[in-house]
C-alpha cells in the first residue's frame, strides 16, 4: 500500500527553464546561449547541486569563461534566476489533495543551497512531512544512496513510496530500490492514472 509520495522538484512541481531565465538579462541570442551553456550547462552547476563548490567559487569560474561585458549581468542572473520561477500547478494541486487523503509528502531534489531562497514559491513545500537537498548531504540523484537516505531518515518502507520525477536515470534508481515510480513529462492525467493504478486515493 501507498503512503508516501515522494516528488522531484524541477520541472514536477516547478517549471525549470534555464533558457528562459536567462533571456530576461540577456536579450540578444547569441550572449543568451553563451550564457546560458556556461552558467546552467557548465560544469559547475552539477557541483553546486553535490554542495561540493562554493556559490561565490563557481560564480568566478563561470565568469572567467565569459567575456568581461557579460559578466556583471551574470552576476546577476546567478543571484536571482530563481525570482523567475513557475509552479507547475496541476502537481502541486494533486500534492495537497493527496495530503488532504492522509498521505505523507516529501521533496527529494538535485538542487543547490539556494533552493532554502525560493522554496516558499513552492504551493506545497508548507505540506511536506520531509525534504532532502542534494546539497545538504553530498549526493545526488541517481545514487541509491540519497534514496537510502530519505527512507532511513523519515522511516519509509520503499515499497510504501511512489516517486515522481521527470528524469527516467532517477526513476530506474528508485524502482530499483522497490518504489512505485512515473516519469511526470507534464501530463497531470498520466500521473493522476499512474497514481490510480498504485492504488493511491485522489477522491
Not at 551553456?37 to 569563461?65: H, K, M, S, Y
Not at 520561477?85 to 498521505?103: D, S
Request: glycine share 4%.
Amino acid at each position: 500500500m501507498i503512503r508516501n509520495i515522494v516528488f522531484d522538484m524541477g520541472n514536477v512541481l516547478i517549471d525549470y527553464q534555464p533558457m528562459k531565465y536567462t533571456r530576461r538579462f540577456f536579450p540578444d541570442p547569441s550572449e543568451a546561449a553563451q550564457v546560458c551553456t556556461e552558467l546552467f550547462g557548465g560544469p559547475e552547476w552539477p557541483l553546486l547541486d553535490q554542495g561540493t563548490i562554493e556559490p561565490q567559487a563557481a560564480l568566478r569560474q563561470i565568469c572567467e569563461r565569459l567575456p568581461a561585458s557579460l559578466r556583471a549581468r551574470t552576476e546577476e542572473l546567478f543571484c536571482h534566476w530563481f525570482d523567475q520561477l513557475t509552479i507547475i500547478p496541476e502537481t502541486n494541486a494533486l500534492g495537497k489533495q493527496m495530503k488532504e487523503n492522509g498521505y505523507r509528502l516529501y521533496i527529494l531534489s538535485n538542487a543547490a543551497s539556494s533552493f532554502y531562497q525560493y522554496c516558499s514559491c513552492i504551493p506545497i513545500f508548507p505540506l511536506l512531512d520531509g525534504c532532502i537537498v542534494s546539497a545538504d548531504e553530498k549526493l545526488v540523484k541517481p545514487d541509491p544512496a540519497i534514496f537510502q537516505l530519505l527512507c532511513e531518515r523519515y522511516h519509509l518502507i520503499p515499497e510504501e513510496c511512489f516517486f515522481i520525477d521527470d528524469r527516467l536515470e532517477n526513476i530506474e534508481a528508485a524502482s530499483n530500490l522497490g518504489m512505485a515510480v512515473h516519469q511526470y513529462q507534464m501530463d497531470a492525467d498520466a500521473l493522476q492514472n499512474a497514481l490510480r493504478k498504485a492504488g493511491v486515493s485522489l477522491k
